[in-house]
């Protein structure tokens, strides 16, 4: 019979065991928590003795969790997340007058829209300090699971089940070409047609990628791919400078760069849709709900901005390919 005694576990047990669980590490745990290693195994030995059960299997200096380390992992979670949730509650009787907003975007929506966002927000709400980091759609998803973001900006839908997501906008996959290109004579091409067209692409890690590759699977090509780099503004500035074109988001182009041109897909016409992610039924942060408000004013006015240019040969515009949501924050404002 299991010999627990619960009300000895404190905040820093948890805390601590979330650390070396996250790291599957404990010299990489120790570093995170600013102590030292010996302190934290004496630390999770504690624990582990108080809960009459083992929470990690040591193999020499891999780690992994055990069946009862694994029960306890969503549990822990929820605990910091629901303090950190009271601790946002509680701040917030003071309104949007000072506070943190912790917000991750996943790496390769465009530079064109997340600026402006993050700046009327700062303008309106000046006493809250905005923290966007860049990361893959994993962390973003992680993050937001573990209480370490408030608000995410990712691809929908989410692939966790405790994640919700409101759409901001739908975009399509364009070929991106140099000016002078033989292509740019044309106003869309068959993604088949780019079987021996030579390429730079993003890397193979990319959910954009992902997507790219399973539009070649559905067209049936093996493209030729010469490049591949993992940041979308050195794509650009290497189609600029090779000449090889490349496949990328409608917005990677927002910049009205005159130097490149872009050409609808067709046959299939790839899309990926972007939003607001937040924890399904958690109580959701002020800033937060303000950020998005402010991120589905920014898209309706890029829309209109972007819809009053137009010629084929003009630098690009992306008016008709990306299309914001309409009644965007309902019931979140």
Same mark, same amino acid.
């Given at each position: 019979?299991?010999?627990?005694?619960?009300?000895?576990?404190?905040?820093?047990?948890?805390?601590?065991?979330?650390?070396?669980?996250?790291?599957?590490?404990? =010299?990489?745990?120790?570093?995170?928590?600013?102590?030292?290693?010996?302190?934290?195994?004496?630390?999770?030995?504690?624990?582990?003795?108080?809960?009459?059960?083992?929470?990690?299997?040591?193999?020499?200096?891999?780690?992994?969790?055990?069946?009862?380390?694994?029960?306890?992992?969503?549990?822990?979670?929820?605990?910091?997340?629901?303090?950190?949730?009271?601790?946002?509650?509680?701040?917030?009787?003071?309104?949007?007058?000072?506070?943190?907003?912790?917000?991750?975007?996943?790496?390769?929506?465009?530079?064109?829209?997340?600026?402006?966002?993050?700046?009327?927000?700062?303008?309106?709400?000046? #006493?809250?300090?905005?923290?966007?980091?860049?990361?893959?759609?994993?962390?973003?998803?992680?993050?937001?699971?573990? #209480?370490?973001?408030?608000?995410?900006?990712?691809?929908?839908?989410?692939?966790?089940? =405790?994640?919700?997501?409101?759409?901001?906008?739908?975009?399509?996959?364009?070929?991106?070409?140099?000016?002078?290109?033989?292509?740019?004579?044309?106003?869309?091409?068959?993604?088949?047609?780019?079987?021996?067209?030579?390429?730079?692409?993003?890397?193979?890690?990319?959910?954009?990628?992902?997507?790219?590759?399973?539009?070649?699977?559905?067209? #049936?090509?093996?493209?030729?791919?010469?490049?591949?780099?993992?940041?979308?503004?050195?794509?650009?500035?290497?189609?600029?400078?090779?000449?090889?074109?490349?496949?990328?988001?409608?917005?990677?182009?927002?910049?009205?760069? =005159?130097?490149?041109?872009?050409?609808?897909?067709?046959?299939?016409?790839?899309?990926?849709?972007? #939003?607001?992610?937040?924890?399904?039924?958690?109580?959701?942060?002020?800033?937060?709900?303000?950020?998005? =408000?402010?991120?589905?004013?920014?898209?309706?006015?890029?829309?209109?901005?972007?819809?009053?240019?137009?010629?084929?040969?003009?630098?690009?515009?992306?008016?008709?390919?990306?299309?914001?949501?309409?009644?965007?924050?309902?019931?979140?404002?």
């Amino acid at each position: 019979m299991l010999s627990m005694n619960l009300e000895l576990i404190e905040l820093r047990h948890l805390r601590y065991f979330l650390a070396v669980a996250e790291s599957s590490h404990f =010299t990489r745990a120790a570093t995170q928590l600013h102590i030292t290693q010996p302190t934290l195994s004496h630390q999770i030995r504690q624990l582990e003795g108080q809960l009459d059960l083992t929470l990690f299997d040591r193999m020499g200096r891999r780690i992994r969790l055990t069946a009862a380390g694994e029960l306890l992992l969503p549990h822990a979670r929820r605990v910091f997340r629901e303090l950190q949730e009271a601790q946002s509650a509680l701040g917030e009787l003071h309104g949007l007058k000072r506070g943190q907003l912790k917000v991750g975007i996943m790496q390769t929506v465009s530079a064109c829209v997340i600026p402006e966002i993050v700046s009327r927000f700062s303008a309106a709400h000046p #006493g809250v300090r905005v923290t966007c980091t860049e990361m893959p759609v994993a962390e973003v998803e992680s993050g937001l699971e573990s #209480g370490k973001l408030d608000l995410g900006i990712s691809f929908l839908p989410a692939t966790r089940v =405790t994640l919700e997501g409101e759409r901001l906008f739908t975009e399509n996959l364009v070929l991106v070409l140099p000016v002078g290109h033989s292509l740019t004579r044309r106003r869309s091409i068959k993604v088949s047609e780019l079987a021996k067209v030579p390429l730079v692409l993003l890397s193979a890690q990319y959910c954009t990628r992902q997507l790219i590759d399973n539009s070649f699977a559905e067209a #049936g090509i093996h493209p030729d791919v010469r490049v591949e780099i993992n940041s979308i503004e050195s794509i650009l500035s290497t189609i600029r400078q090779s000449g090889l074109p490349s496949v990328l988001p409608s917005l990677a182009l927002c910049q009205r760069d =005159t130097g490149l041109v872009a050409l609808q897909l067709t046959d299939p016409k790839p899309r990926r849709s972007v #939003g607001l992610l937040w924890v399904r039924g958690a109580q959701r942060r002020a800033a937060a709900q303000a950020f998005a =408000t402010v991120a589905e004013q920014v898209l309706a006015d890029r829309k209109l901005n972007l819809d009053k240019s137009g010629g084929r040969q003009a630098p690009i515009s992306v008016g008709s390919i990306v299309t914001p949501a309409k009644g965007l924050i309902a019931g979140v404002r």
